[in-house]
């Protein structure tokens, strides 16, 4: 089976760049989504399709996906940005999700 | 405004069966490209996808629970219903349903609330 893996979790200082990784095979040749989620609340869609934002996101959030990796990048992170961040893929019509990166704004 | 509400008990005894319901409005499942799916999550845990009902009736599972799933449409059309079959503790989780559409290529573009669903005895 399809299997997607995100580090545990990600520091940055307030006001500078994040960047969470979720890898896996080829995973250039999918559509890849990003969700976050904050707790004790529901996954809100950030990222559709490698790199498009959702009506209602900040341009702050962005993404690529290459070779083996995707990539979620949150410039000028804020303290609302805290929050755990899944990515998503299809694959063989099931859908995957990244175990999940704890993002901490310091 | 797409909504989707989860419902059904909130504690479930080893063995048996859960039913759940997820309740929808703004968008129909008869609409090409629309499906309802469920994610779960386990206390502290990451996500994981279970099932996914389709505009014109297919349905997907998890490979590794698909012989206790069951995903179908209620006798009201803004309702899909999940039940899970000999129900563990492991099973113990937060249960999401989600709009999912091909204008987002597939991605889950709206979120129920959750329901906790205990599994014990």
């Known amino acids: 089976s399809f299997e997607l893996t995100q580090p545990l979790s990600v520091s940055v200082a307030l006001g500078q760049t994040a960047r969470i990784t979720c890898e896996g095979n080829n995973i250039g040749s999918k559509n890849v989504h990003w969700y976050q989620q904050k707790p004790g609340q529901a996954p809100v869609l950030v990222i559709y399709?490698?790199?498009k934002r959702p009506s209602g996101i900040p341009e702050r959030f962005s993404a690529s996906n290459s070779g083996n990796t995707a990539t979620l990048t949150i410039s000028s992170a804020q303290a609302g940005d805290e929050a755990d961040y899944y990515c998503q893929v299809w694959d063989t019509l099931t859908a995957v999700f990244g175990g999940g990166t704890k993002l901490t704004v310091l | 405004q797409i909504t989707l509400k989860e419902s059904g008990p909130t504690l479930v005894k080893p063995t048996q069966t859960l039913t759940l319901t997820c309740t929808f409005s703004g968008f129909s499942l008869t609409t090409s490209g629309g499906a309802v799916g469920w994610i779960r999550q386990p206390p502290g845990k990451a996500l994981e996808w279970l099932a996914l009902l389709y505009w014109d009736g297919n349905e997907r599972y998890s490979p590794s629970l698909q012989s206790r799933l069951t995903i179908t449409k209620a006798t009201s059309k803004n309702q899909v219903v999940l039940t899970m079959t000999n129900l563990d503790p492991v099973d113990t989780a937060t249960y999401f349903c989600a709009h999912r559409d091909t204008t987002v290529a597939g991605a889950f573009d709206s979120w129920g609330q959750g329901i906790l669903v205990i599994v014990s005895s």
């Open positions: 399709k490698d790199s």
